[in-house]
C-alpha cells in the first residue's frame, strides 16, 4: 500500500509539474503579446522598456494570484487583515499630468501659493490607524503642469511663503522637481509614506 501511495505521489507532483509548466509558457506567450506591443512603441526608452521587462518577471512569478477565484481573493485579505486586490493593480501606471492634446507649451496661473499646490504631495488613507500611500496617490502641483512651458507667480505672494520660495529657487537651480511630505507633520499618527523620483525640470519663471 506504501508502494502505491509513494508512486501516486510521485505521479500528482509530476503531473503538477507539468500544469504548471505548461501555465507558464501559456501566460508568457500572453504577456508577450501585450508587453513587446507597448515596448515596440518605446524602443528609445530604457526605462519604459526595464519597466515593462520588470512586470513581466513579476507576474510569471506571481502567476498563481492571477489564477486564484474571487473567493481565494476574499479568504487571502481576512487574513490579511486587509481589502481583497486583484493582482493586475500593482501594473497601474499613475499619468499625473498629461499634455498629449497641448498646442504649444503649457503656461500656468494660479493664486492659490501653498507648497503642495505648487510642489505636488502624496494623499494618505487611514488603515487600522495608520496613515498610508503608494504611487497611485501621487498628485502633481503648479510646477508639474508647467514643466516644458511656462509658470506666473505675483512676486508679493511667492515671497510671503519663504518655503516655497527657497524650495522653488532650490528646484530651479539644480532642475529637478521633488514630491516631499517631509514638511507635513501628523501628531499622533503613524505615517507611512513613500519618495518618488525625482523629475527633471525645465520651466520659465515669471
Known sequence: ????????????????????????????????????????????????????????????????????????????????????????????VNLIIDNSKLEGAPVIMDTNYSYYNIFGGLDYENQYGALKTDYMMIKPGLLHQANGGYIMFQANDLLSNPLCYESLKKAWKVKELNIDNSAERRNGVMLVSIKPEPIPLSVKVL
Do not use: C
Request: glycine share 2%; hydrophobic share 35%.
Open 1 to 92: 500500500i506504501n508502494l502505491v501511495n509513494f508512486k501516486k505521489s510521485q505521479l500528482e507532483k509530476e503531473a503538477e509539474k507539468k500544469v504548471e509548466e505548461w501555465q507558464s509558457n501559456i501566460a508568457l506567450m500572453t504577456i508577450n503579446v501585450h508587453i513587446n506591443s507597448i515596448k515596440a512603441n518605446y524602443k528609445r526608452n530604457k526605462k519604459i522598456s526595464t519597466y515593462l521587462d520588470g512586470i513581466k518577471k513579476d507576474i510569471l512569478k506571481n502567476i498563481n494570484y492571477f489564477l486564484a477565484s474571487e473567493s481565494e481573493f476574499k479568504a487571502a485579505a481576512q487574513m490579511q487583515r486587509g481589502e481583497s486586490k486583484e493582482p493586475w493593480l500593482n501594473y497601474r
